[in-house]
C-alpha cells in the first residue's frame, strides 16, 4: 500500500487549496478513504472520509462547510478541497486508507499546509 499526497503549501487566510492522494498497492475502488492532519505539538486528528463509491461522506465539525473530500476511482486519487482556510488548519495533512484514522492504518508521509498573513 502506498499512499502519496500533494498540494500543500502556504496559503493565506480565506484562500483555498486542493490536496490530492494517489493510492497504489490495493484495490482502491473498494476502499474506504479519510484525510487526517497534525498541527505542531498536537495529536493527530481526523478531518474528512469518504466510502468506497463516493456517495458518503463525513467531517470533522472544523471541517464541515468548508473542506469537501471527493475520489475518483478511475485514477485511484482522493481529494480534499480547502476553502476559507484558516490559520488554525495548519499542519501536516495525510491521506489515510481507513473510514476512521487509527495509528495502525495506512498512512502517507503528508504534504504540509499553512496558512498564515
Known amino acids: 500500500v502506498t499512499l502519496v499526497e500533494s498540494g500543500g503549501g502556504l496559503a493565506q487566510p480565506g484562500w483555498s487549496l486542493r490536496l490530492s492522494c494517489r493510492a497504489s498497492g490495493f484495490t482502491f475502488s473498494s476502499a474506504y478513504m479519510s484525510w487526517a492532519r497534525q498541527a505542531q505539538g498536537e495529536e493527530r486528528e481526523f478531518v474528512a472520509a469518504?466510502?468506497?463509491?463516493?456517495?458518503?461522506?463525513d467531517y470533522a465539525d472544523s471541517a464541515k462547510g468548508r473542506f469537501t473530500i471527493s475520489r475518483d476511482n478511475r485514477l485511484n486519487l482522493v481529494y480534499l478541497q480547502m476553502n476559507d482556510l484558516k490559520p488554525e488548519d495548519t499542519g501536516t495533512y495525510y491521506c489515510?486508507?481507513?473510514?476512521?484514522?487509527?495509528?495502525?492504518?495506512?498512512w502517507g508521509k503528508g504534504t504540509l499546509v499553512t496558512v498564515s498573513s
Open positions: 489515510v486508507k481507513a473510514w476512521r484514522p487509527r495509528p495502525w492504518d495506512y
Open positions: 469518504i466510502n468506497w463509491k463516493g456517495g458518503i461522506t
